[in-house]
Structure formats: structure tokens, C-alpha cells
């Protein structure tokens, strides 16, 4: 044990026990601060291309969503919004221009994720019977502005905000058409809901991470015919191998500062190594065994 001491002073004077420390020391801070810097990003990531699909999870089908769901999303604690999306033709009082445009039907509480945007920079809501949100292209094609009332099938609505964003204007169909967004109470008076409509009917979940998961598997296993589970990875292609890149791109990051990390250790592993080789060829011409020698090294720490 004195000699053991007395070696591991020795060694503290020459450096190696200390640069050994300061490497392990930079390369577990390194490690951590990576995988939580990646993980941090992931999840940045993550909640803004959610934002795209105004949820964290959307049942695509092409019937309304059965109760099913929409009770087990409660008992989960989790938001829910509904929307119809549909294209149809939208017309002056008089009839005298017309437009084909994507309507969607939207319940209160919609969107989940993101916001609406509006051409007059405030916050509107919620969309009240009888009112509608509308894009500009609409207001110079029929001639109309805001306070003015439109035709939509049987209903009468007035135009009561202009968006310039929506968050999942990307995921309707016939994309390019202007987009009007009505109450949910408003549909059926509309009279446009009837035998072989093109309507797509979309429920939209949000919430934590755990109750998510839950609801996925659930979902996964009730799931039936013209029923699709969308994340925005499916819905949104681009945005799937946007984020498989990024991901790519952490992960690289995170194993790139290991490896710098075991080079440190590795270099100054080395050093110290190569000071003690004269010292164990000594050991051993003075008599020593291997197990000796091991066991002197290892009392010094």
C-alpha cells in the first residue's frame, strides 16, 4: 500500500491521472449535453411540423368518425376537433359569379396545433352560425368583401374574416381552390352533405405524449374500412423525410462526439501506459507476478 501511494503521487505530479479525468469528465458532458441537445431539437421538430397537421393525430375516413373514438379521446383527457372538408360551389346572392372552392367544416376548438392566421393581423374566433372565414383569392374572383353574404348550397353566410394561413391547408384536397371555413352547425343547412358527396371527415386529437401513444394503439386495433390513422409524417410526406433527415443528422452528431470523446480517453489512456512500461518490466525481473503487478496498480485507486 506505501508503494501504491506512493506511485499514485508520482502520477498525479506527471499529469496522466489528470488528463485522463478531464477527458472522461468532457467526454460524459459531451455525451449528455448532445443527447439532450438532440433530443431538445427532435422535439422542436417534432411540435412544429405538428402544427401542420393542426393536431398530433387525425382519423382520415371517408364517413363521419364513428362515437367510438371520440369517447375513448375523452376518457384519455385528450383535445378533439372535427372538420368536413368537401369542394363545392360558392356563388353571389345573385348568382351572377360563381367559384369553385374547398369548404371546410369546422367544430369549435379547431385548430389544435397552430393558429389561423388573418389578413388584418387579429385573432377572430370562434366562428359563430352564419359567419364564414374566407382567402382573398375568393374576395376578387366574386367581387365581395367582408360584411358581405355569399351562397353556399342552401345556407346564407357572411364573410366575417380573411385568412391568409391555415395549418392544414396542405392536407385538403383540391388544395389549389380558395378556401372557405364554416361553423360545423352550419353544414346541414347547406343541404351539400347527401348520398356520394366527395366529403373527407377528419377527427383531430391532441395531447401529451403518454395518453397519445395509448390512443394510437387503440385506434390502430378499431380501425375500419375508408378509416386512416395520420401523424404528419403520413400526411405530410415532405415533412416525414424532412424530419428523418434532421434525425439522421442528430444522431451523426451525437456518436461523432463518442468517438472524440474515446480518442481523448484513448490518447491519454496511452501516455500513461507507455510511462509505466519500464516500471512493470522491473516489476517482473525483480520477481513479480502478473497478478501481483495488477493488483499493485489497482490499489492506487
Same mark, same amino acid.
Given at each position: 500500500?506505501r ?5 499514485l503521487?508520482?502520477?498525479?505530479k506527471?499529469g ?6 478531464v477527458?472522461?469528465v468532457v ?8 443527447g439532450?441537445?438532440t433530443g431538445?431539437v ?7 411540423a $405538428?402544427q401542420?397537421l393542426?393536431?398530433d ?6 364517413k ?10 375523452s %376518457?384519455?383527457g385528450?383535445?378533439?376537433?372535427k372538420?368536413?372538408?368537401? &369542394?363545392s360551389?360558392?356563388q353571389?346572392? #345573385?348568382g351572377?359569379?360563381?367559384?369553385l ?5 369546422v367544430?369549435?376548438?379547431y &385548430?389544435l ?7 388584418? *393581423?387579429?385573432?377572430h374566433?370562434?366562428l359563430?352560425?352564419?359567419?364564414v372565414?374566407t $382567402? ?6 366574386l367581387?365581395v368583401?367582408? *360584411?358581405d353574404? =355569399?351562397?353556399l348550397?342552401?345556407a346564407?353566410?357572411?364573410i366575417?374574416?380573411? =385568412?391568409?394561413?391555415?395549418p392544414?391547408s396542405s392536407? #385538403?384536397?383540391?388544395?389549389?381552390? &380558395? ?10 343547412a347547406? *343541404?351539400?352533405?347527401q %348520398?356520394?358527396?366527395?366529403?373527407r371527415?377528419?377527427l383531430?386529437i391532441?395531447?401529451d405524449? +403518454?395518453?397519445?401513444?395509448?390512443f /394510437? ?6 380501425? *375500419?374500412?375508408g378509416?386512416?390513422?395520420? #401523424?404528419?409524417? #403520413?400526411a ?11 434525425e439522421?443528422f442528430?444522431?451523426?452528431?451525437a456518436l ?8 481523448a480517453l484513448g490518447? +491519454?489512456?496511452?501516455?500513461?501506459v507507455?510511462r ?8 517482473r525481473?525483480?520477481?513479480?507476478t502478473q497478478r501481483? =503487478?495488477?493488483?499493485?496498480f489497482? /490499489?492506487?485507486?
Amino acid at each position: 500500500m506505501r508503494l501504491a501511494l506512493r506511485w499514485l503521487l508520482q502520477d498525479l505530479k506527471a499529469g496522466e491521472l489528470t488528463v485522463m479525468a478531464v477527458a472522461l469528465v468532457v467526454a460524459v458532458a459531451a455525451m449528455s449535453s448532445v443527447g439532450f441537445f438532440t433530443g431538445r431539437v427532435q422535439t422542436a421538430l417534432a411540435g412544429e411540423a $405538428d402544427q401542420l397537421l393542426a393536431a398530433d393525430l387525425v382519423i382520415n375516413a371517408d364517413k363521419p368518425v364513428p362515437e367510438l373514438f371520440t369517447a375513448e379521446a375523452s %376518457r384519455l383527457g385528450l383535445s378533439q376537433a372535427k372538420t368536413a372538408t368537401f &369542394p363545392s360551389m360558392t356563388q353571389t346572392l #345573385d348568382g351572377s359569379k360563381s367559384q369553385l372552392t374547398t369548404i371546410k367544416a369546422v367544430s369549435r376548438g379547431y &385548430p389544435l396545433r397552430g393558429e389561423l392566421q388573418f389578413t388584418d *393581423g387579429k385573432r377572430h374566433g370562434p366562428l359563430l352560425p352564419g359567419q364564414v372565414w374566407t $382567402d382573398s383569392r375568393l374576395l376578387s374572383i366574386l367581387g365581395v368583401g367582408i *360584411g358581405d353574404t =355569399i351562397g353556399l348550397g342552401h345556407a346564407r353566410l357572411r364573410i366575417a374574416a380573411v =385568412i391568409s394561413r391555415e395549418p392544414d391547408s396542405s392536407t #385538403d384536397l383540391a388544395n389549389l381552390f &380558395p378556401h372557405i371555413v364554416i361553423p360545423e352547425e352550419d353544414l346541414a343547412a347547406t *343541404g351539400l352533405v347527401q %348520398r356520394g358527396s366527395r366529403i373527407r371527415w377528419r377527427l383531430l386529437i391532441a395531447g401529451d405524449r +403518454a395518453p397519445i401513444d395509448t390512443f /394510437r394503439g387503440f385506434t390502430k386495433e378499431h380501425l *375500419g374500412r375508408g378509416q386512416l390513422l395520420e #401523424d404528419v409524417r #403520413d400526411a405530410r410526406p415532405e415533412v416525414r423525410v424532412s424530419l428523418e433527415r434532421s434525425e439522421r443528422f442528430l444522431k451523426l452528431s451525437a456518436l461523432l462526439s463518442v468517438f472524440l470523446a474515446a480518442a481523448a480517453l484513448g490518447l +491519454a489512456a496511452r501516455r500513461y501506459v507507455d510511462r509505466h512500461l519500464d516500471t512493470v518490466a522491473l516489476l517482473r525481473t525483480l520477481g513479480l507476478t502478473q497478478r501481483q =503487478i495488477l493488483a499493485l496498480f489497482l /490499489r492506487q485507486y
